[in-house]
């Protein structure tokens, strides 16, 4: 896993983010779990260590640095714990929930969860629209992440319950990003959107960020 390390560190290294010896570290001890249980499980159809620490992890902590000063995240369809898992080692001071509707991969969550010592984070096992009631959750967050979860449209909607007043939306999005921004989120929205590539596939990411117009 020494090549896996320096990917890492080499990879945050041109978005400019200095990632720590025991955070790599961490993000390692994930990787190993994830290809471990990805002979069972259906986690990811990512299965080469370099590719997984560059399209998994290099993208989860370039995620981490586009967020705010929210104090409690969602990590909506965080699957094998992207990129919910890398930013709660980047922020260790976040709440971090991940939510999932697959029982076996929040089990996957919540053994990461556990082996690495993370705490204020949570894995929950539910479809997100069965929690938008639920006052646990209702209105009670700074921000929803995710990663190509769903189009655009459907995941403002799924997010919104979630939400605080000042709260905001991150979706991590691929190339043909601007296709999924429409009028009708542009009416409800401020839009802010961020281009980045991975540094070594040289692939173009998004990160978009909408909040609630006042």
């Known amino acids: 896993m020494q090549e896996f390390k320096h990917c890492i560190k080499l990879g945050s290294k041109s ?3 200095s990632v720590l010896d025991h955070q790599v570290d961490m993000m390692i001890l994930h990787a190993k779990e994830l290809m ?5 499980i259906n986690l990811t159809a990512i299965k080469e260590p370099l590719l997984i620490a560059e399209k998994h992890f290099i993208d989860s902590i370039a ?7 929210e104090t409690c995240l969602i990590d909506m369809g965080s ?10 080692i980047m922020k260790p001071s976040l709440k971090v929930v991940l939510i999932d509707s697959s029982r076996k991969k929040v089990n996957f969550l919540k053994h990461v969860i556990r082996i690495l010592h993370l705490e204020n984070i949570e894995a929950i096992h539910s479809r997100v629209e069965d929690l938008h009631t639920d006052k646990a959750y209702q209105n009670n967050y ?5 990663r190509a979860f769903t189009e655009l449209s459907n995941f403002t909607a799924l997010t919104s319950p979630f939400l605080n007043e000042n709260g905001a939306i ?8 601007d296709q999924e921004i429409t009028p009708a989120i542009l009416r409800k929205f401020d839009l802010q959107t961020n281009h980045y590539q ?5 692939s173009d990411r998004y990160m978009i960020k909408l909040s609630v117009k006042r």
């Open 79 to 88: 699957g094998g714990g992207f990129p919910g898992i890398p930013i709660k």
């Open 142 to 146: 700074d921000a929803v992440i995710s």
């Open 198 to 202: 991975l540094p070594f596939e040289k």
């Open 15 to 17: 978005f400019n983010i």
């Open 170 to 177: 991150y979706a991590m999005k691929g190339k043909h990003a």
């Open 36 to 40: 471990a249980w990805n002979k069972k």
């Open 63 to 69: 995620a981490a640095s586009f967020l705010g000063n």
